[in-house]
T-cell receptor
Framework: AQTVTQSQPEMSVQEAETVTLSCTYD???????LFWYKQPPSRQMILVIR??????QNATENRFSVNFQKAAKSFSLKISDSQLGDTAMYFCAFMKAVRDNTDKLIFGTGTRLQVFP | GAVVSQHPSWVICKSGTSVKIECRSL??????MFWYRQFPKQSLMLMATSNEGSKATYEQGVEKDKFLINHASLTLSTLTVTSAHPEDSSFYICSVRRLAGVETQYFGPGTRLLVL
């Protein structure tokens, strides 16, 4: 069974600074997807960034980038130039690429990020 | 713009009544939708996978007679909480799986249910 671990329950960062959120996972699958979702106080889940395991290049989306280390099963999220609007709960998630009845999102426990002015 | 809508966003009901929550895929047809439950300050807990034209697949420990799921069309799935009790009060979120192009799940805005 796949598991996702987020070891940082809470993080804080000053506005305009950079912060890195950690995520590790465990799987025996060779092909899969990894995601970071953001859940602000409104509780709407928002996709931040995704990574396909077969791609070696780290995904980037504007101020958000990942450090994907497949051998180490690590998938950290770096937020550059942090903004107050980045304050949210961040969830790391895993999904098998094989389409069967087990290809569902497996979530970590989340990291609460607070951005201070 | 929004990819997935949920209705209602807020519902308060009396104990013993049933509540129906709708999840609509706005941008694409979805053969698979998912229903989650989230308690305060916790992660999402998958309740069931909703498949268009067939019975939903429930996760272990989720009562299928309590949480009825109907995926009647490629853009609509409904979750009905039957004979609701205060312990069913929670935040319910649906997601839609997009298979075409980049495979991703998009989430609805959620429904807050309070059972009195």
């Amino acid at each position: 069974a796949q598991t996702v671990t987020q070891s940082q329950p809470e993080m804080s960062v000053q506005e305009a600074e950079t912060v890195t959120l950690s995520c590790t996972y465990d799987t025996s699958e060779s092909n899969y997807y990894l995601f970071w979702y953001k859940q602000p106080p409104s509780r709407q889940m928002i996709l931040v960034i995704r990574q396909e395991a077969y791609k070696q290049q780290n995904a980037t989306e504007n101020r958000f980038s990942v450090n994907f280390q497949k051998a180490a099963k690590s998938f950290s999220l770096k937020i550059s130039d942090s903004q107050l609007g980045d304050t949210a709960m961040y969830f790391c998630a895993f999904m098998k690429a094989v389409r069967d009845n087990t290809d569902k999102l497996i979530f970590g426990t989340g990291t609460r990020l607070q951005v201070f002015p | 713009g929004a990819v997935v809508s949920q209705h209602p966003s807020w519902v308060i009901c009396k104990s013993g009544t049933s509540v129906k929550i709708e999840c609509r895929s706005l941008d694409f047809q979805a053969t698979t939708m998912f229903w989650y439950r989230q308690f305060p300050k916790q992660s999402l807990m998958l309740m069931a996978t909703s498949n268009e034209g067939s019975k939903a697949t429930y996760e272990q420990g989720v009562e299928k007679d309590k949480f009825l799921i109907n995926h009647a069309s490629l853009t609509l799935s409904t979750l009905t909480v039957t004979s609701a009790h205060p312990e069913d009060s929670s935040f319910y979120i649906c997601s839609v799986r997009r298979l075409a192009g980049v495979e991703t799940q998009y989430f609805g805005p959620g429904t807050r249910l309070l059972v009195l």
